[in-house]
């Protein structure tokens, strides 16, 4: 059932190229459908799924037999999860770009595939499948940045394409020299994440060959210090674009960490545990401590991907069950939330008042003239900062409750960055939102602003609502996601023996 | 099965949202319902008191449900006295700072009187919350949902700094509340428990400590996090040095949002003490138990000096308000000691918590009063609020003077009324238990006359200021509006049974925890 999400994502793509032209509204009615039918599959297909503690194999035929590849799709409680959130990103995210007049039908076909390409990473079991759809990914993600995005759109079109090139490549030699050495061990060649994650790859070799593919997928997951690409691609891509990529496709990256790097390679991710735990607790403090200074908008919610995604990362380092548990509902979490405010600072700000300079936001009064953004803006941002109530709460308490276990210096060195979570955020809404600096007359500021639109409402209403149920009832997620790292059968059972110390 | 605590937290919770969906047009109606609500809530809250079984310390209206189990999340809610006596007193003061709203919502039409009521209504749902919780996960959503309305009523109603008087008041708080929260995680690692009174339990055997040394081998660690949950408390009762945020969001903050600031929610880093820090952390308070009294004797003296070199009125009461929740802190600290060599030092104890109790409920009705006084005189003034900006009123305005006066005299602690049972408990308590600091708190006793009397002098005797020669005095409603308060004043200062009976036992057993 979930492999309909795939194939109905991709063939709501062919729909669109064989639409006329000109009719944009025909783009934008098919692209909706297609997402809610995406969406709906995606979530009848992970309540179905009786067993999330399991990997349930929903099609595994060959492919291309002489190096061991198959056309496997299967999913556990952690696809579940993430292909969830994928539904809930791309139909936001359309709903969001409702606006988009240039080229539209082209617009939603890249946003389409890249969708498509999203869910078959998340429910990719065979190591060559799941990294041709990561490919699959980069194109759609250049070409909506560079044709549809704002500021300096070639330069982060380019940026992100070359660092996720880069990112790839280092995966790719690592699961070379891996699938040689697995070949040599198993007698017959393999691609199949199952078989590979029973392969016992000596230490020396997992010592290099882990940090390599880790790294690999890192990058995407905007891991200090090669992040330098998310703030600048979030600030030039078009709204749906910075929702797609701080919402899904940052996860693809902490997928990939998860899912290849450190099943393949357990002796490898406790031989590095401490250097990725330093490296993600940089990201979480310097992230914020940038986003506190921007003058940019945009770059302040890009900027807090960035802190956000150090939690995921950081979570995954503890190697312990509830770390891992806080890491993959982090995920889920900072995709909703990050989508949400960049809709409201992308699609509700910008594309209104055609600025996103704070001095200028700040005479414009926009609490008064867009009170829905504001108080969508505000909630989101409460939500961001991790209060209770909402999801990014639940998920970031489980991150720190596991790294107090192996690294209870940099947990409390973590805490500064929540706290300059708080201030980037209030000072955001402050100046954003609720300046008292005096209105200015004149100019272009002055024109009425264009009211928020029902799609935007919609959109938005969706992606609170999702927060807060999961902040209220984490349960509905912990249950798909728990079992997982609990199961002693699971292919995280390897990681979870000897590493953490519960 | 009673869902009695449960029902009296979503009453104004509902009844916000309700509100809130009016819209701005609707001034009169968004107020009258913000009132009925609340009202409901006082009912609710008195009917909670009269059926409160004051002859027993144990947890009463109990509801205990699983929530998320396997981070050991419950929904788990009660009171005993010290959560009853809060409740009822978050109860009362809401209505009051209800009553006095209207006036900040007269003339201008753009300031959306719907989202200021429900903001109110969902601050008292956060308190209600947090006084009844007894499990981290749940009694920190509401310790932060209390957080949150209050910084919109800072930053959007406030005076003209009212901008950085919020953000200062919030991140103060998130400082605290981040602490706090790694604490409680750091906690539940160890002891997979996020349950006061299962933590409390560990605490008192020894277990906790020793549980937390064996996770994580760090010898300092249990008073690391004990420091964490301090901080956590600290900024929000609040203690010197972590309270400087709290005279600029006092006095920026409009005079009926200080009124639940004062009178409520400085109570919630109190009660965190009494339900969280002392029966959980019982040995490293007792570790650096001297350290902690100079501190108490520190907010008591330096506050007391504050407040008299202040000239504006709100800002006076604001460091008055330190001054008060210090001898709370004081007879807290008092009551941990090991205090060999005391007779009777259980008694003592309780004396001095029962004290401590008592100052929480007279502070927050007296100094929810002042402030309402306050803003009675700043509606006659036209918002000046100089201490030298008066003179003489007694003359004009007998009544106002004489019920300000009532209130200004029971924060003095004048025998009679309430403010001087709480004091002389505490300090009974606290002077054979730690002599040296209640000696050097009676210093802030002497300043604090000194400063409210000069306040008296300044505002309503000397010659009369010409200028308010027309100043009218109390309406009937005003005096309807602040009768309740004045009157819970004198019974309380005469009766103060009426507290004592329903807490002691609460006490008795707070004591009993402490001492092993």
Known sequence: MLAWTIYITFFGVLVLMLLPRDNARAARIVALLTAIAGCVVAFVGAIQQTNPGEVTTIVKVPWIPSIGANYYLAADGISLVLVVLTGLAAVSGILFSWNIEKRTKEFFAFYLALIGGVYGVFLSFDVLLLFVFYELTIIPKYFLIARWGSTRKEYGAMKLALYSFVGSHLVLIGLIAAWVVAKGQLGHASLDLIELSKVHFSVGFQHWVFPLVFVGFAILAGMWPFHTWAPTGHVAAPTAGSMLLAGVVMKLGAYGCLRVAMVMFPEGVRMWQGEIACLAVAGIVYGAGVALVQRDFKFVIGYSSVSHMGFVLLGLATLNTIGLDGAVLQMFSHGIIAGLLFAVVGRMVYDRTHTRDFNDLETMQLGKKLPFAAVTFVLAGIASMGLPGFSGFVAEFQVLMGAWAVFPKLTILSGVGILIGVAYTLRAVQKGFYSDAPAAHGGHHDHPLEPISTAEKFGAVMLLGASLVIGIFPGLLMNWIEPCFNSPLSMFARLLVKGGSQ | ?516
Request: proline share 4%.
């Open chain 2, 1 to 516: 099965m009673n869902h009695w605590l449960t029902i009296l937290t979503l009453v104004p919770f509902l009844g916000g949202i309700i509100v809130a969906g009016l819209g701005a047009e609707r001034k009169t109606l968004s107020r009258g319902l913000a009132l009925a609500t609340s009202f409901i809530a006082l009912g609710g809250a008195v009917c909670m008191w009269m059926h409160f079984n004051a002859a027993s310390g144990e947890l009463q209206f109990v509801e205990k449900a699983d929530w998320v189990p396997s981070l050991g999340i419950q929904y788990f809610l009660g009171v005993d006295g010290l959560g009853a006596l809060m409740v009822l007193l978050t109860a009362i003061v809401t209505p009051l700072a209800i009553l006095v709203s209207g006036t900040l919502f007269e003339g201008d039409k753009n300031k959306s009187p719907h989202v200021y009521y429900a903001l109110v209504l969902w601050l008292q749902a956060g308190l209600f919350g947090t006084f009844t919780a007894l499990n981290f996960f749940h009694w920190f959503l509401f310790w932060e949902l209390g957080l949150i309305p209050a910084f919109f009523l800072v930053k959007l109603w406030g005076g003209p700094k009212r901008g950085p008087a919020a953000t200062q008041f919030f991140i103060y708080t998130m400082v605290g509340s981040v602490a706090l929260l790694l604490s409680f995680l750091a906690i539940r690692f160890a002891t997979g428990s996020f349950d006061f009174i299962e933590l409390a339990a560990m605490a008192k055997s020894g277990a906790l400590t020793k549980a937390l040394e064996a996770h994580f081998a760090w010898k300092s660690i249990a008073m690391i996090i004990f420091f964490g949950a301090f901080l956590g408390f600290a900024v929000k009762v609040p203690v010197i040095p972590f309270h400087t945020w709290l005279p600029a969001a006092y006095s920026e903050a409009p005079s009926p949002v200080t009124m639940l600031l004062t009178g409520v929610m400085s109570k919630m880093g109190v009660y965190g003490f009494l339900r969280i820090l002392l029966p959980i952390f019982p040995d490293q308070i007792r570790q650096v138990l001297t350290p902690l009294l100079w501190l108490a004797v520190a907010t008591i003296v330096l506050s007391a000096c504050a407040a008299f070199a202040q000239r504006d009125l709100k800002r006076i009461i604001a460091y008055s308000s330190i001054n008060h929740l210090g001898y709370c802190l004081l007879a807290l600290f008092a009551a941990t000691s090991v205090a060999t060599g005391v007779n009777n030092s259980d008694l003592q104890k309780a004396a001095a918590l029962d004290g401590a109790l008592l100052q929480m409920f007279n502070h927050g009705l007296t100094a929810s009063a002042l402030f309402l006084f306050v803003s009675l005189i700043e509606k006659r003034s036209g918002g000046l609020r100089g201490l030298d900006d008066f003179g003489g009123l007694r003359k004009v305005v007998p009544v106002f003077t004489g019920l300000m006066g009532v209130a200004l005299f029971s924060s003095l602690g004048l025998p009679g009324l309430n403010g001087f049972v709480g004091e002389f408990l505490i300090f009974k308590g606290v002077f054979p238990l730690a002599p040296w600091a209640a000696a050097i708190s009676t210093i802030g006793i002497l300043v604090t006359a000194i400063f409210l009397l000069t306040l008296i002098q300044r505002v309503f005797c000397g010659p009369l200021n010409e200028r308010w020669a027309k100043m009218p005095d109390l309406t009937t409603a005003e005096r309807f509006l602040v009768l309740p308060s004045i009157a819970l004043m004198f019974v309380l200062g005469v009766w103060p049974q009426f507290i004592l009976s329903a807490v002691d036992a609460t006490v008795v057993k707070l004591v009993q925890q402490l001492n092993f």
